[in-house]
């Protein structure tokens, strides 16, 4: 595509150039079809780009937003599939003269906060597929519809900022061809071989747009039903044949599908500069009406649900155990089968070969829930009647171990319907193939885990290598420390970012979001903490710096600096919502004074034990 500015246009060409023209009013933001170009005297700038992502308005003007930059990822039946990797977000006007200091500085953070989440490096999308919907859903789409039409629009991330051209091709079909849905999640596709039989592995990864955000800022269930963190992934398999040419152009294509997502409860953790902040957990009734509502759509979608609680069902983590016991058991559906497989419990002391007991115990329902298989030649063969929903507290680390480890298995049996292993065979853990499956999932996880708590997941050493190692804990370490400082002090503008793109926050010129009034006192802390840290680490290391000092007198020094850095922290902790990085945006959660009496008296066993609802 080329853009073509001019003092009152901007006009987008298509990469046929015979096509109509996408025509933008700089002046009133207005779009229309023309069939030319602008003469070349009054352009002043022509560029090349990729796609358009869609118009926002902020205080002064309306935005548009474009893919200037873009990679190749993967081509699947010959169509291709980029991730985007760079954008330009251009105001239509030229200018507003008569804004006030704090308008423009707002104006400014307003671009800041769309650039920081556009380059999240997680961004999808395909001019010819349909990266929006699972391979069974699109078959049951109309091909003659638009991408817009057809993508899911659960997954669909630019959906609100593609408002103004859908609102026009609904009125004018030939503006669908400026439409591009995004995909934010992760797309890999990688050619390997089975036993000399060449085939195509890879993961759709999809992120919903619903109740979307960052770790602690976004948790739960909502009104509507959409819970925070809900993603699915795809895990598909395309084959040619044993006889079969690179590159493959999917005569056989099989598809397996799970889903993850927040625990379908109302709850909270309220960050307070404490490793693990405090736990709020809301009305069991008011949690079972809005969990009716999210699996209604679920199974809608997908079928009957096969829930996965992964929570450990002691300490911290003991309330969301509970909590979601009794909304299932409120909800007494027969669609929903309950289980709860303790994973630290289970898996400790490095015996992570205990997930299999897990496998079992799904094992016939994995087989009755089958998997999605399609011929050329022979059509639909198979269709996947359910789905596994799994979740931990975060739905990152010990989620994505146990997907991995259902993916795997499912594999295996995809794998021996199409002959690549034999009807008893199963998959070499140290073939050149597994060494693939576990860097996908392994980096699935990452990406995942980055869109959500800032850094890579935990555990992925075990989803890589099949083994948990030393320098794995380690690594989970570290990712653990950037995670605290990230969730702490950064999380609430990354927060923003997603409620200001995909439309959860509208912008108001009246209002000024940004402008925050501390305390001094709480200002005074951050200068004081580093000084006294300064002359601390001054007096350990250099006390020569300070002339001749007696022990006592040294000492005293010491302890006077030492107790001024603890009252400071003391200090912070108590008063830790003026510390911490909050949204601007939006309103987080707000802590209560009585975490305990939220939740349901029912006795142990019944809320741990996974319901009989079959």
């Not at 560029?47 to 990679?71: A, C, M, N, P, W």
């Not at 911290?316 to 016991?325: G, S, T």
């Not at 710096?545 to 022990?551: K, Q, W």
Request: charged residues 20%; aromatic residues 10%; proline residues 4%.
């Amino acid at each position: 595509m080329k853009l073509y500015t001019t003092k009152t246009s901007f006009v987008v060409e298509q990469n046929d150039s015979s096509l109509h023209k996408l025509f933008i009013n700089r002046d009133t933001g207005a779009v229309e079809l023309v069939d030319t170009v602008p003469k070349v005297a009054e352009q002043l700038a022509t560029s090349l780009i990729h796609g358009i992502v869609g118009f926002i308005k902020l205080q002064t003007s309306d935005y548009f937003i474009v893919i200037t930059g873009r990679e190749n990822v993967c081509t699947i039946q010959g169509k291709h599939i980029y991730r985007a990797t760079s954008f330009e977000i251009i105001p239509l006007a030229h200018g507003v003269s008569d804004l006030s200091p704090q308008q423009q500085s707002d104006e400014s953070s307003y671009v800041d906060l769309l650039q920081q989440h556009l380059k999240s490096g997680a961004l999808y999308y395909s001019n010819d597929f349909d990266v929006t919907n699972a391979l069974q859903r699109q078959a049951e789409s109309d091909e003659k519809d638009p991408l817009w039409k057809r993508a899911d629009e659960r997954f669909y991330w630019n959906r609100f900022i593609s408002n103004k051209l859908i609102e026009a091709a609904n009125k004018q079909p030939q503006f669908s061809d400026f439409i591009l849905p995004l995909l934010q999640g992760f797309i890999e596709l990688r050619t390997s071989s089975v036993n000399d039989h060449s085939f195509v592995f890879g993961l759709f990864t999809r992120r919903s747009r619903h109740r979307p955000g960052t770790r602690y800022f976004s948790r739960g269930i909502d009104a509507d039903g959409h819970v925070s963190n809900y993603v699915e992934t795809e895990q598909v398999v395309i084959y040619d044949g044993p006889d079969a040419k690179l590159p493959l152009v999917g005569k056989k294509m099989l598809s397996y599908v799970q889903t993850r997502g927040s625990i379908p409860v109302y709850w909270a953790q309220i960050i307070n500069l404490k490793y693990t902040p405090r736990l709020w957990v809301g009305d069991s009734k008011t949690s079972a009406t809005s969990a009716r509502t999210h699996f209604d759509e679920q199974i809608s979608i997908y079928g009957p649900q096969i829930l996965v609680n992964l929570v450990n069902t002691k300490g911290y983590e003991l309330p969301m155990a509970q909590a979601y016991a009794n909304v299932v058991k409120q909800l007494n559906d027969p669609r929903l089968y309950y289980t709860h497989f303790d994973f630290h419990k289970e898996c400790s002391k490095m015996r992570w070969h205990r997930i299999q007991l897990l496998v079992e115990e799904l094992k016939d329902r994995l087989v009755d829930q089958k998997y999605y298989y399609v011929d050329s030649v022979d059509g639909i063969i198979k269709k996947q009647s359910s789905v596994v929903r799994t979740n931990c507290m975060d739905c990152l680390d010990r989620t994505n171990v146990v997907q991995s480890t259902l993916a795997k298995w499912i594999l295996t049996e995809q794998l021996r319907e199409l002959e690549i292993l034999g009807s008893k065979d199963e998959l070499n853990n140290s073939s050149i193939f597994m060494v693939l499956f576990r860097n996908v999932w392994a980096d699935n996880a990452d990406r995942v885990s980055c869109m959500y708590s800032g850094t890579g997941a935990l555990k992925t050493d075990f989803t890589r290598t099949g083994e948990r190692t030393k320098a794995g804990a380690l690594q989970d370490l570290s990712n653990s420390i950037t995670r605290y400082v990230k969730n702490n002090f950064m999380d609430g503008v990354r927060q923003d970012g997603f409620d200001l793109f995909l439309g959860n926050y509208l912008v108001d010129k009246a209002s000024t979001p940004f402008s925050v009034d501390k305390p001094l006192r709480v200002r005074a802390v951050p200068p004081i903490v580093g000084f006294a840290l300064v002359m601390l680490i001054l007096h350990l290391l250099r006390p020569a710096l300070f002339g001749p000092l007696s022990v006592v007198t040294y000492m005293a020094i010491l302890m006077f600096w030492l107790s001024v850095v603890l009252s400071a922290l003391k200090f912070s902790l108590v008063h830790s919502k003026h510390f911490v990085n909050l949204p601007h945006l939006s309103i987080p959660p707000q802590p209560v004074d009585d975490v305990s009496s939220t939740i349901t008296s029912l006795s142990l066993n019944e809320k741990i034990a996974a319901p009989s609802l079959q």
